[in-house]
């Protein structure tokens, strides 16, 4: 099968809806992510990036965010929340010739760390990418956060090795990137790992949590 760059569109699942990652949606994208915890962790390059205020915040996504890619903002489904934008995730780097692709650019609401969200969100961005013929998603994260790593690994996917000094940080430190990966051949078995995650929450809407101090 020859990989093909699928079209931005919303994709439906039980408790999250992927919408195409807009300029309107950033005012409901930073409430939801600007915060020191979840930037802590090396998003957007670590806490010495997190924006200062709304002006600052919209200038930092316009340049973050692969904009041409396939960014999407997360959104609630059914519940107490339905409809609100709880993060984002982005398939990126996406290389038809190689039929490779890149899962990342996530960061979530800290409210919804823990719950099936991130879980179902990968569950509609794997499967997009494996049905549009690519044979590789990468997945990586800074070698320090030990909880996203955890994530990772919980998705089913498997650990390449850790490419050292790999990004430059905002406050100008390098960091080491765990690198890990999921193949074609593998998809059915982490497919039906996923499901049956997301099977274990039916008929339980997602509700917001009260982040750890």
Known sequence: ???????????????????????EHLPALRAAIAH??????????????LPADADAFDAWARGYFRWDDLPTAVILVGGPHDGELVGTTSLTELDVRRERAHLGWTAYDPRVWGTVV???????????????????????????????????????????????????????????AAIHSILADEWPA????????????????????????
């Open 1 to 23: 099968m020859t990989a093909t760059v699928p079209a931005p569109a919303s994709l439906l699942g039980t408790h999250v809806r992927l919408d195409p990652l807009r300029p």
């Open 36 to 49: 020191p915890s979840v930037f802590a962790g090396g998003f957007g390059g670590g806490a010495s990036g």
């Open 118 to 176: 991130n879980a179902e969100a990968k569950r509609l961005l794997l499967g997009l990418a494996f049905d549009s013929g690519f044979g590789r998603v990468k997945l990586q994260a800074d070698a320090r956060n030990a909880r996203s790593r955890a994530a990772i690994l919980k998705l089913g996917a498997t650990l390449e090795g850790v490419c050292r000094r790999d990004q430059r940080r905002a406050d100008g430190t390098w960091r080491d």
């Open 190 to 213: 982490v497919r039906a790992g996923l499901d049956a995650r997301i099977a274990a929450h039916e008929g339980r809407p997602v509700l917001f949590r009260t982040p750890a101090s």
